[in-house]
Each structure stands twice: as C-alpha cells, then as structure tokens.
T-cell receptor, first 116, second 111 residues
Framework: GAVVSQHPSWVICKSGTSVKIECRSL??????MFWYRQFPKQSLMLMAT?????????EQGVEKDKFLINHASLTLSTLTVTSAHPEDSSFYIC????????????FGDGTRLSIL | LAKTTQPISMDSYEGQEVNITCSHN???????ITWYQQFPSQGPRFIIQ???TKVTNEVASLFIPADRKSSTLSLPRVSLSDTAVYYC????????????FGKGTSLLVTP
C-alpha cells in the first residue's frame, strides 16, 4: 500500500534552534501534502496545506514565519520549525494526497519534537 | 466541511464484534466517509473508505445508510491489538482539502 515516510521520527534540541522535518511519499506522487500537530490526549490539528510548487496555506493561528513549509517536488514536503521554543514541543504528522485524487490520504508515522 | 460526532470511548472484550457509529448530518454530495486508526505515537492508519451502502475489506466493514447521515465501522472479533483511537472523517477525496479530525473514539479491548 501507499507509504508516507517521515524523518526524523523524534528529535530533541535546545530552545532557539531550528528543526527540519521531512515528509516523503514513497510510492506515489502527491500534489498536496498536509501538516498536522497533535498534543497529548488530543486529536490532530491541521497546521497547513502544502501544494507542490506554490506557497503553503496556513490555518488560522499558525505562524507562517515560524513554521516554514517547502514542497519542492511531488514526493517531498518539509516543515521547518524556526527558533523553536518549549511550547513548540509536540507530535508533528504529515499526510499526502495521491495525485490521482481518488485515493485516501496516507499519513506518516509522525515526528516527536521536544524542545529543551 | 461536514462535522462528525462519535462516542468518546468504547470498551470491548477480545473476540467480540465492535461497532462504532459516526454521525455526519451535513455530509455533502461529493463527500466520502473514511475511517482511520491511530496508536499512541504513530500516525493515523487508513482502515476503510466508502460512499454508500456497504464496503468490506480484510480488516473491517463500513455500513452507510441511504441518507448517508451516519456510518458504522464494524470490527469483527477484535483483539487486544485493536486498542486504539478510531477517527471518522468526511470529505471529498478528489478535492485538495485536508481531512479535519474530530475527537475520535478511544477503543479499549480487554481479555
């Protein structure tokens, strides 16, 4: 079945550093990828929609200058958390929508980000 | 986007059939109904998707009545490893819009 790979699976870093998370669709092309954030015991919250070759669309309340998204190819989107602070610690999950359109979205296994 | 309502939690014993019902009164004509399963510290995993009537695959069945205002995920003979959160989502799979997650149903399977 369709596979979405997310890397790294977990990262710990100091406050003030920037962290890049990669999301790759391994066996299909994705014109659209989505980034979610999930806090403990809560549901997934959509952060932004990433379209290949164009600027991402951010949800209300999500700072576009803090969460930089790049979708340079049909198989790769990246999320960079800039100048991360402890409150940015969370579980970040990406999903990808197959270019064929009539397929369900597939999710990566998430990235656990811990900011000290 | 259609809002979904599911029970917050359910309990079951191993070997039983579990039915989780989702209400989506405002479902649109082009919307599909999709169910995902999520284990702690993992991304959601696709279970099943349907538009109307009944869909069955190797892990579950999805029952959708004619008015499509609700749907029921049926898990036959659950095991301990089926303990997870189950999300019902409604959306147009051909659109570029994201799936919006509700609170999901936390299923606990015990021996």
């Amino acid at each position: 079945g369709a596979v979405v790979s997310q890397h790294p699976s977990w990262v710990i870093c100091k406050s003030g550093t920037s962290v890049k998370i990669e999301c790759r669709s391994l066996d299909f092309q994705a014109t659209t990828m989505f980034w979610y954030r999930q806090f403990p015991k809560q549901s997934l919250m959509l952060m932004a929609t990433s379209n290949e070759g164009s600027k991402a669309t951010y949800e209300q309340g999500v700072e576009k200058d803090k969460f930089l998204i790049n979708h340079a190819s049909l198989t790769l989107s990246t999320l960079t958390v800039t100048s991360a602070h402890p409150e940015d610690s969370s579980f970040y999950i990406c999903s990808a929508r197959d270019i064929r359109g009539d397929q369900p979205q597939h999710f990566g296994d998430g990235t656990r980000l811990s900011i000290l | 986007l259609a809002k979904t309502t599911q029970p917050i939690s359910m309990d079951s014993y191993e070997g039983q059939e579990v039915n989780i019902t989702c209400s989506h009164n405002n479902i649109a004509t082009n919307d599909y109904i999709t169910w995902y399963q999520q284990f702690p510290s993992q991304g959601p995993r696709f279970i099943i998707q349907g538009y109307k009537t009944k869909v069955t695959n190797e892990v579950a069945s999805l029952f959708i009545p004619a008015d499509r205002k609700s749907s029921t995920l049926s898990l036959p003979r659950v095991s301990l490893s089926d303990t997870a959160v189950y999300y019902c989502l409604v959306g147009d799979s051909n659109s570029g819009y994201a799936l919006n997650f509700g609170k999901g149903t936390s299923l606990l399977v015990t021996p």
